[in-house]
């Protein structure tokens, strides 16, 4: 069996984590998985991503019986094995991150470990009323990874990072929206329905235009005032040469309904 699934409906490419018998917890195979789902949904006739799973719980982190295997290791040999397992993460991380269109994590129960990272790297996180959030690194002995350490301190802000990650506690989904770890919390029941609706409106929106709104938020911390203002300058001028932007201009004296084709 599949450990991702893959289904397109229109411009929405859906991305199911696919091991429910295990909380759908991270594997070498999944990782590899998705990192090609992810690989796939480049392509420019999808124009929104939405990363969901199968089963009880959304993922419930890192494959606990997988890290058991290294414990007959020495300790410089498992902390070469665990060097080189993390690393493997590092492209599926990168790829998340950088896809130039929007991506819609709808999450369920359990998004623990390496689930919370992944939450982090969509764009929108829609949350059943059910959803529980725990880093839970720390309840292993060890630090967090996936990226985790540098999105939570700018997605809370430092201290409420630091409480999050070092004390290991279970974060409600009512907590994690006022925590701004979820875009919405709605009943568990019409999450599919609640999901379909925004991912709907996002792939009839201007996805050029939304890929570089997203470059431009998240470089944003790593630029200077001057910097950010000639990236916007740049940024402008490159959507300002799209047929959506001649189609946006138009409509908008028209006083008509924009029909954007992503272009």
């Known amino acids: 069996m599949s450990t991702i699934l893959v289904q397109r409906e229109g411009a929405i490419c859906e991305i199911t984590l696919n091991r429910p018998e295990s909380l759908n ?27 969901k799973a199968a089963g009880q719980h959304f993922m419930a982190g890192g494959d606990i019986r997988f890290f058991s295997q290294s414990l007959t290791l020495m300790a410089r040999e498992r902390h070469k094995a665990f060097k080189e397992f993390v690393s493997e993460v ?10 130039r269109k929007p991506v819609i994590a709808a999450v369920h129960g359990a998004v623990a470990g390496f689930g919370v990272s992944l939450s982090l790297l969509c764009d929108f996180v829609v949350a059943a009323d059910d959803t529980f959030f725990n880093l839970a690194y720390i309840n292993l002995g060890t630090s967090p990874d996936g990226s985790s350490t540098y999105f939570l301190p700018r997605v809370v802000g430092l201290r409420k990072a630091k409480q999050i990650a070092m004390l290991g506690e279970r974060i409600d989904a009512q907590q994690a929206f006022a925590l701004d770890l979820v875009t919405q919390v709605v009943p568990r029941a019409n999450l599919d329905e609640e999901v379909k609706k925004l991912a709907e409106r996002l792939a009839n929106g201007p996805t050029f235009a939304y890929g570089h709104t997203k470059s431009l938020l998240q470089e944003s911390f790593e630029r200077s005032l001057p910097e950010q203002l ?5 940024s402008f001028a490159s959507c300002a040469g799209t047929e959506d932007f001649a189609q946006g201009v138009q409509c908008f004296l028209e006083r008509k309904p924009t029909k954007f084709k992503g272009i």
């Open 25 to 51: 917890v991270l594997n070498p195979e999944m990782t590899q998985d998705l990192w090609h789902a992810l690989s796939d949904a480049q392509n420019d006739e999808v124009r929104c991503v939405v990363l």
């Open 90 to 99: 590092d492209p599926l991380v990168l790829g998340l991150s950088h896809l």
């Open 230 to 234: 000639a990236a916007e300058a740049e």
